[in-house]
């Protein structure tokens, strides 16, 4: 009963000195702290990810801007590196481990020094200027990826055939999907690993728009797709379960 009392008041002394600090903070705001002015007046974003026939991809994100102050900004996103792949009988869900690599980077066709940072299982691939001019810009990231594959057939048993390709993009955006092999479906993953067809064939290429992969105000976990493949040719995957 003692620790319980002592936590109980610690929780209180937060609780007051954060109420605390709120109210301040709402007194302040009228004796003339303003916000910081938005330097963004539209952003349009584009994936590009060609795949080959052993399911690694390069993806190219080109990003256009119009700006309307003279700002520092930064090209690209953070994502997870793990693809959520159906159950099996193991105890935790099995994820699929991709590998990033080779990040490239050019603002207005000048090059950027771009990087990629892990951390557990978080992956940060961007680069950054510290000053932008007023006015219209073009940021390109380009890297690639690999193990982000599996046979369609270790995913649907006995039924499935060619290759499954899991790709998550950094940003919000529209989806242009090439692939060396026929891509035969796209799905969109809301709550991986279930997920929904997506998209459109255009020509040889696929195209996700950037409204699909924002569904009922949630981002999409993951686009899957499968490809007319040789599974053979699939480096063995990392699989944590």
Known sequence: MKHRFARSRAFSVTAALAAAVTITTVIAAPGGVDAAPNPLRSKYVEHTVSIAADGSYSVRMDTKLELVLDTAWGFGGEVHDGFRLPDTESLLPPYLRAQYSNPRGTIDSTAGEAHIDTELHSVDIDFSTDRLAAGSHRGILDY????????????????????VVY?????????????????TAVDCEVFAPRGQSCGEKKGESWTVSGEELLRDHTVID????????????VPTPDIDS
Request: hydrophobic fraction near 45%; glycine fraction near 10%; proline fraction near 8%.
């Open 144 to 163: 690639e990826v690999a193990g982000a594959a599996v046979p369609a057939a270790d995913l649907n048993g006995e039924q499935g055939s060619g290759v």
């Open 167 to 183: 790709v998550r993009p950094l940003d919000r955006g529209d989806l242009v999907i090439e692939s060396a092999a026929p891509i």
């Open 222 to 233: 993951a686009v899957r797709i499968t490809i007319d493949a040789d599974p053979t040719a």
